[in-house]
């Protein structure tokens, strides 16, 4: 890659790494430590009952098959990719993700205060659970394996990733554990590692690396990117419309304004996942090239 191109993407990951760390401490700011913050995110939780009956089979199956064990095979599988194509340090920078991405969110976890606005008694005591572990495991499987899929198989892997990680952050809040700031938090503590290991990447890139622009999918991004935008404003709005209510306890509301809770919680979930994914997709083809040199 030319010094100049080089030099372009460096500065791309780093803005990358900080807007995604900002956007981070903003959703944490305003949802653990604001009344109405609180007060949406317990709206969004308590809405999770409508229709519990019918899915609780599905969430279950889903966050059942979190577990240690499953974190240490899918990471075997994703450095094992990697080194079949030859890829030594694409293998290293993925398992570092993972495991980066892991440990932030579990030290995050623990060292984060969330107090007590008098908004959700019930689950106080429980303490903070910003970002989910859940979450951050789903997400950073997704992205490590797109990183590590040849250009030709990259874009399916990052729909499917999306829905999978989106799919997983939005049953922690069925099943009552999470609240929504919880998982999309999670999805950025990997965001901020996908751009840090794209920076090690980009350090260990030889010069005789040559980048294939067919390799960017540029309209895969766009649709990633957009469609997970609009999502976001949607659940924006859904929840912008409960904003004048912190007034009423969240199990005192009617179905329609939980429901709206709720499905709004759920829109913006996944379309930050889609926006991170976007992000990881467009900037993977200059990282990775199809030639290494």
Request: aromatic fraction near 4%; avoid cysteine; charged fraction near 10%.
């Amino acid at each position: 890659m030319h010094d100049t191109a080089r030099r372009g993407t460096a500065v791309w990951l780093a803005v990358l790494a900080l807007a995604q760390a900002v956007a981070l401490i903003v959703v944490w700011r305003v949802a653990v430590h604001t009344e109405l913050g609180q007060w949406l995110d317990t709206v969004a939780l308590t809405g999770n009952r409508i229709g519990q009956d019918r899915i609780d089979g599905p969430v279950n199956h889903i966050l059942n098959a979190m577990s240690l064990a499953a974190l240490l095979s899918a990471t075997a599988v994703i450095g094992f990719i990697a080194l079949i194509r030859g890829r030594v340090a694409l293998a290293l920078t993925a398992t570092l993700l993972i495991v980066g991405a892991n440990l932030t969110t579990q030290a995050l976890k623990y060292s984060l205060a969330r107090p007590d606005l008098g908004i959700d008694p019930q689950r106080i005591f429980a303490g903070n659970s910003l970002p989910s572990g859940h979450a951050t495991v789903a997400a950073s499987f997704a992205v490590a394996l797109v990183l590590v899929l040849p250009p030709t198989a990259r874009v399916l892997g990052a729909l499917l990733g999306t829905g999978y990680a989106a799919a997983v952050g939005v049953a922690t809040v069925s099943a009552g554990w999470h609240r929504p700031s919880d998982a999309i938090a999670a999805y950025l503590v990997v965001g901020v590692w996908a751009a840090l290991g794209g920076l090690m990447l980009l350090i260990m890139q030889r010069e005789r690396a040559k980048v294939d622009p067919g390799d960017a999918h540029p309209l895969a991004a766009v649709l990633l990117g957009t469609g997970g935008l609009l999502a976001v404003v949607a659940g924006g709005l859904a929840l912008a419309w409960l904003a004048d209510g912190p007034q009423i306890a969240p199990n005192e509301l009617a179905r329609r304004p939980l429901l709206a809770g709720y499905a709004g919680g759920a829109a913006e979930i996944a379309g930050t996942m889609a926006i991170v994914m976007a992000l990881v997709l467009v900037s993977a083809y200059r990282l990775i090239p199809r030639n290494a040199g």
